[in-house]
């Protein structure tokens, strides 16, 4: 979603200016333009030739010189911006803006801009905690400035505490955030993702080839877009995404009793999660051995269905279901819609190439209560769950 985005990053004075650069170099990747703008006080840590070689842009520094070329004045950089970013931004900068001074080209950037502002703190943890340092960035919030939390660990001045750039990785996840319509805002989702596994013995099985890689696109998109979120996952390989309520279980039956522990909380509910249907009708708490016998038999139980009993409690509220078919993929989902009380159901064809299990797109084929038919393209998983959250709003609306 950064793809094309124009992003003007603002790189104040710190000892965490260095890092700017590995955030450029995510943006970049990503393929967002990037425009830097540093004070004078950032050059004495990072070169303006270390930006300009990251981003392939001129790197924009002074007031004076640029007012002389009227297309990259500081005016057409703010308004060029989609989102604005400063990392790091020190007590300073913060302090000059929360107080309307506008003296150099970074902190008039910011304030001519429209778009919006995510400010990202480094400093020393005294002035972090400085009652005045905490006045400034509460006004600034008060206008509708976004800032993050700096991290907590050991700072370059020898103190430890909070005052460290947060990651770049979680600054980029933050930009989707500021880029995001907030369209969930007031929405709870609870999303279950991953596979199930049910034992046979502690050293063997049963589960499918479910990597979370669909439950947490969707966990990822609602945080984006306003939600909270409660991820309730299934064993996987994914590092849980930032800023959600993360569940990890392991068996279906454990799925069942963290999702209804948590059902009423929630004014959306999502099941990506790929359930098995059976578990071993007792798991052997030793090690099974090879008998002679050359075949084995393991008799296997029902597993609660999870779908079916948040359908019988849904109330008035939305529950979209998964259907991984191999076959019959719209009569076999049309009829989970129905006896599992849904409102939506989200069909994919897990034989198709490039859908399903462990890639990172799928193609679906979306059925609603209200009749609705959609067939959408090969997608990444998070625009699929970016038109799941579409087609749910919809019929909130409706
Ligand atoms: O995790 P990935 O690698 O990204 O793969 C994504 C996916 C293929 C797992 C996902 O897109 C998907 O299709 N999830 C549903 C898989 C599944 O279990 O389908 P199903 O047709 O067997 O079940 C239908 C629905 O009932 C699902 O919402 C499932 O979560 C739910 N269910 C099933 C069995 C059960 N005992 N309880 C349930 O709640």
Request: a neutral charge; one cysteine or more; proline letters at 5%.
């Amino acid at each position: 979603m950064l793809k094309g985005k124009k992003i003007v990053l603002g790189v104040s004075g710190g000892i965490a200016a260095y890092k700017a650069a590995e955030l450029v170099r995510l943006y970049v990747k990503q393929e967002a333009e990037v425009f830097v703008v540093m004070t004078k006080s950032a050059q004495e840590f990072i070169t303006p030739l270390t930006f300009q070689t990251l981003t392939g842009n001129p790197v924009h520094t002074e007031l004076f010189s640029l007012l002389q070329e009227r297309d990259i004045g500081h005016i057409s950089l703010a308004d060029r911006a989609d989102a604005f970013v400063v990392a790091p931004a020190t007590a300073n900068l913060v302090g000059k803006v929360a107080c309307g001074i506008a003296d150099d080209l970074l902190s008039t950037t910011i304030m001519a801009t429209r778009s919006p502002v995510l400010f990202v703190p480094a400093m020393n943890v005294n002035m972090w905690e400085n009652p005045i340092y905490r006045d400034n960035q509460a006004r600034l919030e008060k206008f509708g400035y976004q800032f993050m939390e700096p991290a907590q660990g050991f700072l370059a001045c020898g103190w430890e505490g909070k005052g460290k750039l947060p990651d770049p990785a979680a600054i980029v996840e933050q930009t989707r955030v500021l880029l995001s319509p907030q369209d969930l805002s007031g929405e709870t989702v609870l999303i279950s993702a991953g596979p199930s596994r049910e034992e046979i013995d502690p050293v063997r099985y049963i589960s499918n080839y479910s990597s979370g890689k669909m439950g947490y696109a969707l966990a990822r998109v609602a945080r984006r877009r306003g939600a909270r979120v409660i991820l309730v996952s299934g064993p996987t390989s994914l590092e849980p995404p930032a800023g959600v309520e993360f569940v990890a279980v392991t068996s279906a039956c454990e799925m069942r009793d963290a999702l209804m522990e948590r059902q009423e909380r929630a004014s959306i509910m999502i099941k990506a999660a790929a359930v098995a249907d059976y578990r071993p009708a007792s798991a052997s708490t030793q090690k099974i051995k090879k008998s002679q016998h050359d075949d084995l038999s393991l008799s296997l139980r029902k597993n609660p269905d999870i779908l079916s009993e948040l359908g019988r409690i849904k109330k008035g509220r939305i529950l979209v279901g998964f259907a991984a078919e191999t076959a019959d993929l719209v009569k076999n989902a049309r009829d989970k819609l129905e006896k599992k009380n849904l409102d939506l159901i989200v069909a994919n064809d897990v034989s198709a190439s490039g859908a399903g299990f462990d890639v990172d797109t799928n193609i679906v084929r979306v059925l609603g209560r209200d009749g609705s038919d959609e067939q959408w393209p090969l997608l990444s998983k998070e625009e699929v769950a970016g038109k799941i959250f579409d087609r749910i709003l919809e019929l909130e609306r409706n």
